[in-house]
């Protein structure tokens, strides 16, 4: 059973250029989240989804940070446009229905270099 | 506030030693859960346990344990006999009963397992 799919896995780019990352969540999960990780903060989140919709954006840093779920079976997270200071890696986790019992399940991770 | 911490940054222990990762959370929920995830040098979070706030039974699964005790908010966890696959980064996380979904990780403690 396929696991939480990220891609790419890593992304170079320049400050300036927008970047999208991708996840499809396991199937029959109806969460989705998307965190941050860096050395300074630590695993942040960002922002999640329930059944498509965003539930909880408070995490989103700031404007140029966006992120939808226009299925059940893939998200995005942009960033537009990019800045050094989003060099991190950003993880989607999904979870199934059910609340609180439900542990979230995470992808590898995509490695964003902003240069 | 920190919501969960975890004091040790990192742990360096010879293998067949025992370590006690700790963690220590900070809630005014009466009901909540407490996780441990495994983040290994490949990148990505997996899931070790879930304990929720009325179960104080500690739990011994193989060579790892936990230890919850609500008297002084901790939530310890401790490998036996430690190999160098056990050799990752920790992390500790706490979900309230406001918003389950929403988790908040600790910073981590990485372990180093030497041969």
């Known amino acids: 059973d396929a696991g939480v799919i990220q891609s790419p896995r890593h992304e170079v780019t320049e400050m300036g250029q927008e970047v999208t990352l991708r996840c499809k969540p396991i199937s029959g999960h109806d969460y989705l989240f998307w965190y941050r990780q860096t050395m300074m903060r630590g695993l942040e989140l960002l922002i999640y989804?329930?059944?498509?919709?965003?539930?909880?954006d408070s995490g989103m840093p700031e404007d140029r940070f966006s992120a939808k779920m226009p299925n059940a079976s893939f998200s995005t997270l942009k960033i537009q446009p990019s800045e050094p200071r989003d060099s991190a890696v950003y993880f989607c986790a999904s979870s199934l229905p059910g609340g609180p019992r439900n542990e979230q399940f995470f992808g590898p991770g995509t490695r964003l270099t902003v240069l | 506030a920190q919501k969960v911490t975890q004091a040790q940054t990192e742990i360096s222990v010879v293998e067949k030693e025992d370590v006690t990762l700790d963690c220590v959370y900070e809630?005014?929920?009466?009901?909540?859960?407490l996780f441990w995830y495994k983040q290994p040098p490949s990148g990505e979070l997996v899931f070790l346990i879930r304990r929720n706030s009325f179960d104080e039974q500690n739990e011994i699964s193989g060579r790892y344990s936990w230890n919850f005790q609500k008297s002084t908010s901790s939530f310890n966890f401790t490998i036996t006999a430690s190999q160098v696959v056990d050799s990752a980064v920790y992390f500790c996380a706490l979900s309230e009963a406001y918003n389950f979904n929403k988790f908040y990780f600790g910073s981590g403690t990485k372990l180093n397992v030497k041969p």
């Open positions: 989804f329930n059944n498509n919709v965003p539930i909880d």
């Open positions: 809630t005014r929920d009466t009901t909540y859960y």
